[in-house]
C-alpha cells in the first residue's frame, strides 16, 4: 500500500521561511506528479504547486517567486519550500502524489501538516 507522509508545518511569523516535505513509501511503485494543496478554514482546497517526474512545474499565481516545489526521485520525495509566507497562507497543506503500483494508477493523499503564519 503506497502512502505519503508530510512534515514540516509549523508555526511562523509573516515573511518567514518553511520547508514542507512528502515522502512517500509502500511497496514498488513509480512515482509520477506530485502535488501540493492547501486548504484554509472555510475555503475549498486549492492547488498550490505541481511537479512531474521530469521537474516540470506548475505554480498558482498567489505563490509565484515565493514558492518552490522540488523532488527526489531517489528517495521519492516531494519538497515545497515557502518564502516570504503572508497570513494568508494559512491552512493545512495536503501533498497528493500520482503513482504506479503493479500495473494500477494509483491518486494519493497526505494526511496533511498544518501552516500557521502570523501577521
Known amino acids: 500500500q503506497v502512502q505519503l507522509v508530510e512534515s514540516g508545518g509549523g508555526l511562523v511569523q509573516a515573511g518567514g521561511s518553511l520547508t514542507l516535505s512528502c515522502a512517500a513509501s509502500?511497496?514498488?511503485?513509480?512515482?509520477?506528479?506530485v502535488g501540493w494543496y492547501r486548504q484554509a478554514p472555510g475555503k475549498q482546497r486549492e492547488l498550490v504547486a505541481t511537479?512531474?517526474?521530469?521537474?516540470?512545474?506548475n505554480y498558482a499565481d498567489s505563490v509565484k517567486g515565493r514558492f518552490t516545489i522540488s523532488r527526489d526521485n531517489v528517495k521519492n520525495t516531494g519538497y515545497l519550500r515557502m518564502t516570504s509566507l503572508k497570513p494568508e497562507d494559512t491552512g493545512v497543506y495536503y501533498c497528493?502524489?500520482?503513482?504506479?503500483?503493479?500495473?494500477?494508477?494509483?491518486?494519493?493523499w497526505g494526511q496533511g501538516t498544518q501552516v500557521t503564519v502570523s501577521s
Open positions: 509502500g511497496g514498488i511503485f513509480t512515482l509520477n506528479t
Open positions: 511537479i512531474t517526474r521530469g521537474a516540470n512545474t
Open positions: 497528493n502524489g500520482e503513482a504506479v503500483s503493479s500495473g494500477t494508477r494509483l491518486s494519493i
